[in-house]
């Protein structure tokens, strides 16, 4: 069983920035993956970036490349999503999420088993 917390959510000015921080617990094998989606109202869970737990890969949406990262800290089981020129359209919740999951499928919401809460992510005009 793993348990997902995030946090360093919140409110900010378009073109802003905030880290993301996904703490995990519980069983996490080297060869988890480890993916981040957000789902903004009225809309799907989209995908936004994930990467495997020994940080042996990483991959990105097209929306986020250059300017979102993905990176791991395994000594305190935590995962970060750095979000750079933040845009109005990236306000949604964003959610945490892990699994034995192939490198192929890390895009597809339903190939994950944990979730965390979600936080919350705003980005004023």
């Known amino acids: 069983q793993v348990q997902l917390v995030e946090s360093g959510g919140g409110l900010v000015q378009a073109g802003g920035s905030l880290r993301l921080s996904c703490a995990a617990s519980?069983?996490?094998?080297?060869?988890?993956?480890v993916g981040w989606f957000r789902q903004a109202p009225g809309k799907e869970r989209d995908f936004v970036a994930a990467?495997?737990?020994?940080?042996?890969?990483?991959r990105l949406a097209d929306s986020v490349k250059g300017r979102f990262t993905i990176s791991t800290d395994n000594a305190k089981n935590t995962v970060y999503l750095q979000m750079n020129s933040l845009k109005p359209e990236d306000t949604a919740v964003y959610y945490c999420?892990?699994?034995?999951?192939?490198?192929?499928?890390?895009?597809?919401?339903?190939?994950?088993?944990?979730w965390g809460p979600g936080t919350q992510v705003t980005v004023s005009s």
């Open positions: 519980g069983r996490i094998f080297s060869n988890y993956a």
């Open positions: 990467i495997t737990w020994n940080g042996g890969s990483t």
């Open positions: 999420s892990a699994g034995n999951v192939n490198y192929y499928f890390q895009a597809i919401a339903r190939q994950y088993t944990y």
